[in-house]
T-cell receptor, first 115, second 111 residues
Framework: ETGVTQTPRHLVMGMTNKKSLKCEQH?????MYWYKQSAKKPLELMFV???????ENNSVPSRFSPECPNSSHLFLHLHTLQPEDSALYLC??????????????FGEGSRLTVL | RKEVEQDPGPFNVPEGATVAFNCTYS??????FFWYRQDCRKEPKLLMS???SGNEDGRFTAQLNRASQYISLLIRDSKLSDSATYLC????????????FGRGTSLIVHP
């Protein structure tokens, strides 16, 4: 049973749609992350939030818009996506971003297909 | 040069074999090192941290070579259940821990 829950698990959308991915962590962590995982490529860090403040934005196109209303919830709003944005989007949390505690706890991911 | 490089494999080994993976990193300021395991269509999970002195957890041994900027993972007596992708993760020094992932090495253990 994962402490990080992502919904929806699967999403198919057209290029003109607007949708959102949701992540919730039940671990009392202070940091949350969005990663993109495409086939045959490393996990790509997209955004990092620490105590609801964005601390990293890794040159992600503006069609991806994150929102962190509190330390337990993280959203990724999607708008006017491209077919190459089809991927597995993984949410993760960790105790903090400061220091080197190491462990990231991942959700099961939201598999996105853009038609 | 990629920040974290791994041979994607697949490494195809029989049960009981010993297999080793290496991972090289480009940032000499890197301070924290980890191996994660990702099963097919599942999320990554921490397998073990890698300490300067090396560390062992059952059949798994991780080592760090700072001079050559690589970490290794050794799996002894491979089991069928070890089949997975093994991800090398590195984070740089400084105030924030922002981990960088390698693309992973695929291991297939066959009967």
């Amino acid at each position: 049973e994962t402490g990080v829950t992502q919904t929806p698990r699967h999403l198919v959308m057209g290029m003109t749609n607007k949708k959102s991915l949701k992540c919730e962590q039940h671990l009392g962590h202070n940091a949350m992350y969005w990663y993109k995982q495409s086939a045959k490529k490393p996990l790509e860090l997209m955004f990092v939030y620490s105590l609801e403040e964005r601390v990293e934005n890794n040159s992600v196109p503006s069609r991806f818009s994150p929102e962190c209303p509190n330390s337990s919830h993280l959203f990724l709003h999607l708008h006017t996506l491209q077919p190459e944005d089809s991927a597995l989007y993984l949410c993760a949390s960790s105790q903090d971003v400061a220091g080197n505690t190491g462990e990231l706890f991942f959700g099961e991911g939201s598999r996105l297909t853009v038609l | 040069r990629k920040e974290v490089e791994q041979d994607p494999g697949p490494f195809n080994v029989p049960e009981g074999a010993t297999v080793a993976f290496n991972c090289t990193y480009s940032n000499s300021a890197s301070q924290s090192f980890f191996w994660y395991r990702q099963d097919c269509r599942k999320e990554p999970k921490l397998l073990m941290s890698v300490y300067s002195s090396g560390n062992e957890d059952g059949r798994f041994t991780a080592q760090l070579n700072r001079a050559s900027q690589y970490i290794s993972l050794l799996i002894r007596d491979s089991k069928l259940s070890d089949s997975a992708t093994y991800l090398c993760v590195v984070s740089a020094s400084g105030g924030s821990y922002i981990p960088t992932f390698g693309r992973g090495t695929s291991l297939i253990v066959h009967p």
